[in-house]
């Protein structure tokens, strides 16, 4: 088992940039695809992003291409999403999940999660 924590989550103004991190706890999770999904307020969940086991495959949703980074330390089991130029319509719980697959995109793929962070972005 491989117990997710994340942190990271906050409040900023439209445009700024927030830092998510999501280490494992309980498990090397170096073998494992791992992302990011998030859920605003009165939504369903929805895919962020999503990076395969070496770290070389990344994955995003449109509305983020370009302005989200995922990246992955293997040797801390940690992953990360940078997230630039943050809008309102970002505002959601964001949070990491790992699936034995070699890569993952729907929720039911992934076989771990964490509880999620906060994050606010005010206009």
């Known amino acids: 088992q491989a117990p997710l924590r994340e942190s990271g989550g906050g409040l900023v103004q439209a445009g700024g940039s927030l830092r998510l991190s999501c280490v494992a706890s309980?498990?090397?999770?170096?073998?494992?695809?791992m992302g990011w999904f998030r859920q605003a307020p009165g939504k369903e969940r929805e895919f962020v992003s999503a990076?395969?086991?070496?770290?070389?495959?990344?994955y995003y949703q449109e509305s983020v291409k370009g302005r989200f980074t995922i990246s992955r330390d293997n040797a801390e089991n940690t992953i990360y999403l940078q997230m630039n130029t943050l809008k309102p319509e970002d505002t959601a719980v964001y949070s990491c999940?790992?699936?034995?697959?070699?890569?993952?995109?729907?929720?039911?793929?992934?076989?771990?999660w964490g509880q999620g962070t906060q994050a606010t972005v005010s206009s």
């Open positions: 990076i395969d086991w070496s770290g070389n495959s990344k």
């Open positions: 309980g498990g090397s999770v170096s073998t494992y695809a």
């Open positions: 999940a790992a699936s034995g697959s070699t890569t993952a995109f729907l929720e039911g793929e992934y076989d771990y």
